[in-house]
Structure formats: C-alpha cells, structure tokens
C-alpha cells in the first residue's frame, strides 16, 4: 500500500516507509500487538481516503501518526463500556536477538535484559509520558512535530519531555536497587 502525494520531503512520498514507526507507536499506544496492527491498518485506510486534502507541503510522517492518535482516541472512547481483552505474545525480538551469533552469550543476554529493563519502565510511565518519549526518543520527531501530533504547545511538548525523561530515569534507578 502506497500513499501517493507529492511532498516536499524526499522519501515521504509513498508513506509505507513510517509502517514501523506508527506500528511502534501504536504498541505504546494500545499495550496490544494485534491493537496496534488494527491501528495502523486503520491509519492507513483513513490516509488513503483522505489523502486527496493533504497540502503539498505536509509533512506525511507528522501526517500519519496524527491520524493514527486519533483513530486510537476513538477507539478508547468507544469501548469505555467494553471489557477489556489482555494479549499475551511472546516477544519476538528474543528470536532476533538469538539469530545474532556476532556476540557472546553473556553479552547477548546483558543487552537483553536492559532492552527489557528500558521497555518495562517505558510500560509503566503514565500514557501521556510513554508516548511523548516514543514519538522523541525512536521517531525522532521535532519538537513542533510533536506538538502538531498531540495538538499542544511546543512549551509543553517540552516540559513534559523532561517529567518523562525524569521519571523513566527514577524508574530505571528504581530497577537496578
């Protein structure tokens, strides 16, 4: 699936190349792997549909996860009187991680654990920290991106950055004690 739109940025002009960003992204999002599959699935669609009133100069990436936080903003409205299902899949990068046999087993196993370190306190930040460390830390999204994606401020873009990055510090200091 492509999105075609002529931008002003080199690359983003099919779209597809965000897949594993929005997929990420909705993972933080929804805590569900087959959740962020629908989610971006439904991003996607939404885009497709719509692409026809994106402006020439738009930034597609900033684009695509607006549309995605919004469809997951809607579908948490919708089932706040549905019961919610628990998903549990192994995690695949341990396979990944296995297939490298470049490194040692010891070294394997120490990147592991803080890879899961790293991950647990990110899954215990409150929502609002998870994502805006997502969208900066593994997107790399600017500062005004991220304010375009949330629709808040820059200032408060900012500020809340560094309560997340403080508090995903104390977490993780909290794991080593």
């Known amino acids: 699936m492509f999105l075609s739109h002529n931008s002003s940025n080199q690359g983003d002009v099919a779209g597809i190349q965000h897949f594993g960003g929005l997929y990420g992204y909705a993972l933080t999002l929804s805590r569900s792997r087959t959740e962020a599959e629908d989610l971006v699935q439904e991003t996607y669609v939404r885009a497709i549909r719509a692409i026809g009133r994106l402006h020439p100069d738009s930034n597609?990436?900033?684009?695509?996860?607006?549309?995605?936080?919004?469809?997951?903003?809607?579908?948490?409205?919708?089932?706040?009187?549905?019961?919610?299902?628990v998903e549990s899949d192994p995690d695949a990068s341990t396979v990944n991680l296995i297939a490298e046999t470049s490194q040692d087993p010891y070294e394997l196993y120490a990147i592991k654990t803080e890879h899961e370190h790293v991950r647990e306190a990110i899954r215990n930040l409150p929502a609002d920290f998870r994502e805006i460390?997502?969208?900066?830390?593994?997107?790399?999204?600017?500062?005004?991106?991220?304010?375009?994606?949330?629709?808040?401020?820059?200032?408060?873009?900012?500020?809340?950055?560094?309560?997340?990055?403080?508090?995903?510090?104390?977490?993780?200091?909290?794991?080593?004690?």
């Open 60 to 85: 597609v990436k900033v684009w695509l996860f607006t549309i995605l936080r919004n469809v997951w903003f809607n579908e948490v409205r919708r089932r706040r009187t549905r019961p919610q299902l």
């Open 133 to 177: 460390i997502l969208l900066r830390g593994y997107e790399n999204l600017s500062y005004q991106e991220i304010a375009s994606v949330l629709d808040c401020p820059v200032g408060t873009v900012m500020s809340r950055l560094g309560r997340a990055r403080a508090k995903l510090r104390a977490l993780l200091c909290e794991s080593v004690q």
